[in-house]
């Protein structure tokens, strides 16, 4: 059973930056893809980016592309969002979520992660 934790959420101001994390417990956190979701008020969760055991396997939404990167790090069992050029439409709660994987696969369905956790909200203001 992994256990999933978000933190860096907040308010911040449009064009601002955020860094978002999440800390992993209790499985092998390298054999592991990892993905951001997120949801806004009113709307279905959507995929934000995914990253597969290796730091260089990446996919992102393509709205997400080119302000936002995601990383881990395998030996903190953690993986990042790194957020810019933020925008009032970024508003919502992210969730990181977990699934077993061989590697170079990247998860893009919400469906197919195992785990998730409990979210973290990012408000965005004009």
């Known amino acids: 059973q992994v256990q999933l934790v978000e933190s860096g959420g907040g308010l911040v101001q449009a064009g601002g930056s955020l860094r978002l994390s999440c800390a992993a417990s209790?499985?092998?956190?390298?054999?592991?893809?990892m993905g951001w979701f997120r949801q806004a008020p009113g709307k279905e969760r959507e995929f934000v980016a995914a990253i597969g055991w290796r730091a260089g396997s990446t996919y992102y939404s393509d709205s997400m592309k080119g302000r936002f990167t995601i990383s881990r790090d395998n030996a903190k069992n953690s993986v990042y969002l790194r957020m810019n050029s933020l925008k009032p439409e970024d508003t919502g709660v992210y969730y990181c979520a977990a699934v077993q994987v061989p590697a170079g696969i990247v998860v893009i369905a919400a469906g197919e992660y195992d785990y998730w956790g409990q979210g973290t909200l990012v408000t965005v203001s004009p």
């Open positions: 209790g499985g092998t956190f390298s054999v592991y893809g």
